[in-house]
């Protein structure tokens, strides 16, 4: 966990070098109304770049804009990613967060400046996103107790979870600084931020609804019901089932990806999802088990059984010694292939870290 | 006219004086505003120097409760795999050499075999001399612990080996590390005086590790492992059943296997 924006230690190059999609950016502009900037390290990746979409976008109406902004910033200091927690710093700070009021908020351990229920909110969102262990039923059952109500409570674990996702993948791609933190940075734009600062909250404000995707089964599908007709349900449907279909990463690996990052953090029901999914593939349950169980498997060839090994490492991480590892994973492998496996393992780690969804009660 | 002019410049001097001392004061309470700034920036980046040196073994959530409480009772039974590993007759080894030359060959050997523990989810306990122990297991859980010990000894061992041809050329005397492993259940927890804080492992699992350690000795093996650990071990690994034997403080003797190679392909241990 990092305290302050300097104490985070970050690999200065990209794994990838960007590669922009003027065709791709023009879309997403009419779509959201700006490109985000991650989206060029994920081309040609299409379920990616539509994932790093709802990423930008607001899809949790049920969670106060401020709210959603802290919790992203709370779950960037845990995993220690620089990019996005340079980035909601200074988002904060444009929305009128004072430079005293962030600090207090990175030194303070018990968030005891929040009222109660954002409180909570932001403790439960730090538990989602370390998952050591995950929430429980009783975190569930506090804040249901505290007034939220199981829709307010499924979006803030997404948020936490979708901040997870996304923290590993800033991490693992060693994204550079936002630009929003040179914007933030800028005397003359701190001079106009009292008249700007309206505009710009104005701007996260819009919730982003999309048409959800045919009904989807894979790894993953339980989860989807406890959005009930949130935006963020149709979200994550059409990411999960855009990474699904895709066809640059066997079935077999997507799964087991999922299934190990299941095992890893001791969500049994995502296991047996995965191992549903790979019965559909064609293994049989004992070869399941030996591949979880040992992590190596006669049906694997060593690149995916490399993937295996990778996604492990994600889970919990310090966050130099995974980017070292990404790096050593990289090398030799083209950039589709690369980015997708990346991405696959970022959102089997916050889909995991959603699973206390699951046991609602 | 002559008054009013003395009185005048008299009012003057006295508010050129009283700016003067204001400025004076502000400047001094700036400069205080700034020592205590820096002051409060270093106790800042001490705390979290701290928090960083400590949560390398310690849970987050008991970092945080032992920064805002000074204790932590958030003691927990877990289950861990316990890795010992101590250099052959560095005692006679220690009488023959250098105090400085000493210390080199011991700080070359923690760099190599401590760097493989942590590549392979370990965590290290605790320097005992030339010992090292090391946790798989905790803080976060890891359903593949024994897996990455094992894992862990053999890249540790190959790291020493390397270390020697390193030792060789320098016509310095090389090691001899032999590793014990074993798996059970613990009580993890930060235990110590309120000066002198430790997240650390306690059971019976440790010192049965350090028995299994000992072993080595008696069986002439590198590695061994207890039945504990034996099932996390698939196909690619080379594994002995020994004889069991008695160590102090079990009433039954104790199965052991030895570790004796590896097939195919595990990070650095190939």
Redo the contacts between chains.
């Keep these: ?4 924006l300097d ?1 985070v230690d970050w690999c200065d190059v990209p794994l990838i070098p960007p590669m922009p999609d003027p065709v791709w950016e023009r879309e997403s502009t009419k779509r959201l109304g700006f490109t985000s900037n991650t989206a060029k390290y994920l081309t040609p990746v299409r379920w990616m770049l539509r994932a790093d979409e709802f990423m930008q976008a607001r899809v949790t109406p049920n969670v106060p804009v401020d709210l959603s902004k802290l919790i992203g910033l709370v779950v960037a200091m ?1 995993n220690s990613c620089r990019h996005c927690y340079g980035a909601f710093r200074s988002m904060l700070k444009i929305m009128g967060y004072s430079e005293g009021m962030v600090r207090k908020l990175e ?1 303070s ?2 968030l005891k400046e929040f009222p109660k229920k954002d409180r909570l909110a932001l403790e439960f969102a730090r538990k989602v996103s ?1 998952s ?2 995950r929430p429980s039923a009783a975190d569930y059952r506090e804040l249901k107790s505290a007034g939220f109500s199981p829709l307010e409570i499924a979006e803030i674990a997404y948020l936490a979870a979708n901040s997870a996702s996304g923290n590993r993948l800033a991490t693992l791609l060693a994204l550079p600084n936002d630009p929003l933190e040179e914007v933030e940075a800028n005397w003359f734009n701190k001079l106009k931020r009292p008249f700007t600062r309206k505009e710009f909250r104005a701007s996260l404000s819009p919730v982003f609804r999309s048409a959800p995707p045919a009904a989807y089964a894979g790894p993953g599908a339980g989860i989807l019901k406890a959005f009930e007709d949130s935006p963020a349900r149709a979200a994550l449907a059409t990411v999960l089932s855009g990474a699904w279909e895709s066809e640059i990463t066997p079935k077999r690996v997507k799964a087991l990806i999922f299934g190990v990052v299941a ?2 953090l ?1 969500c049994q029901a995502c296991e047996g999802e995965a191992a549903e999914a790979l019965q559909h593939e064609g293994w049989t349950q004992p070869e399941i088990e ?1 591949v979880m ?4 498997s006669e049906k694997l060839d ?1 690149f995916e059984l490399k993937a295996l ?1 990778f996604a ?1 490492e994600t ?2 991480y310090q966050t130099r ?1 995974v980017q070292e590892l990404a790096q050593n994973f990289a090398a030799g492998l083209d950039r589709e292939v690369l980015i997708e496996i990346v991405g696959l393992v970022c959102y089997a780690n916050g889909l995991v870290r959603m699973s206390v969804l699951l046991h609602r009660c | 006219m002559l008054g009013a002019t003395a009185r005048w410049i008299g009012v003057a001097t006295s508010s050129l004086l009283a700016n003067a001392a204001l400025l004076v004061a502000l400047s001094r309470l700036r400069k205080r505003a700034e020592l205590l700034t820096v002051a409060r920036e270093k106790a ?1 980046l001490d ?2 120097n701290l ?2 040196a400590f ?1 390398q073994f310690a ?3 008991v970092v ?1 409760e032992v ?2 409480q000074g204790v932590s009772t958030s003691g927990e039974t877990r289950e861990v795999t316990v890795l010992f590993a101590d250099i052959v007759e560095f005692t006679a080894m220690s009488e023959t050499l250098g105090p400085e030359t000493l210390v080199r060959i011991l700080n070359g050997y923690f760099e190599a075999t401590c760097t493989a523990v ?1 590549h392979h989810g370990g965590h290290i306990a605790n320097f005992l001399g030339d010992g090292i122990m090391a946790i798989f297991g905790a ?6 612990q024994s ?1 990455d010990a094992v894992v862990a000894a053999l890249s540790m061992q190959k790291a020493v080996r390397k270390y020697n041809e390193e030792l060789a050329r320098q016509s310095l005397p090389t090691l001899d590390v032999r590793i014990g492993v074993h798996k059970g259940t613990v009580v993890a927890g930060v235990v110590g005086s309120t000066e002198n804080l430790e997240y650390t492992v306690i059971g019976d699992v440790v010192n049965t590790a350090a028995r299994i350690e000992n072993l080595t000795r008696k069986h002439g093996v590198d590695i061994l492992i207890s039945a504990e650990v034996r099932p ?3 196909g ?1 690994f080379e594994v002995r059943e020994l004889p069991p034997e008695y160590v102090k403080g079990k009433a039954d003797p104790i199965v052991t296997f030895a570790v004796e190679g590896f097939r ?4 650095d241990v190939d």
Aim: net charge positive; aromatic share 8%.
């Design positions: 966990m990092a305290y302050s104490q845990d030194e351990l018990t370390r050591a262990p095992r890893s001791g030996h169980t040992y992590m190596n060593p090994r492990r889970v919990h010694r | 800042a705390l979290q928090q960083q949560h849970p987050q959530r945080e920064i805002k942590m803080p976060e859980s890891n359903p593949w897996l996390a071990l698939d690619r195919g392909e595990f990070g």
